[in-house]
């Protein structure tokens, strides 16, 4: 799996369908769009991350000779999966070093130096907003 966050938008049309098409209940997900606040501007990242112990990258829809659900969702073509290992060969993509339990063999994109470290720390919507959204 490839994932270009150059491209990606945090529209969580992914994490959506991954979750109806594998009829997951509420509060469970098996990838998740994680919204991080930039150091160095005012303004939100987004990167999807995918679960090591329950991403099969779609294998049911794969079987099919479909994409992951998940790819085909995406609006703006930031997913790519073709089932080998080419995406690895992209270059300067590379995989997601980070504190949490990651699926191996997904590699990123324009992933910045500071996105793996900050994963956990959420992002406030706006300025005016004493709440922080937390993806878990």
Request: glycine content about 6%.
């Amino acid at each position: 799996m490839l994932v270009d966050l150059r491209r990606c938008i945090g529209c969580h049309a992914c994490s959506i369908a991954c979750k109806t098409e594998h009829s997951l209940p509420l509060g469970e997900f098996r990838m998740r769009v994680r919204w991080q606040q930039r150091p160095d501007r005012p303004t939100l990242a987004f990167l999807p991350v995918f679960d090591a112990t329950t991403c099969d990258f779609g294998q049911n829809r794969r079987s099919a000779d479909l994409p992951p659900a998940c790819v085909s969702a995406c609006p703006t073509g930031a997913l790519v999966f073709d089932g080998s290992d080419s995406a690895s060969a992209v270059p300067d993509a590379q995989p997601l070093d980070a504190p949490v339990a990651t699926k191996e063999g997904v590699t990123y994109l324009g992933l910045e130096p500071w996105q793996p470290m900050a994963i956990g720390a959420g992002a406030a919507l706006s300025d005016e907003d004493d709440e922080i959204i937390y993806e878990r």
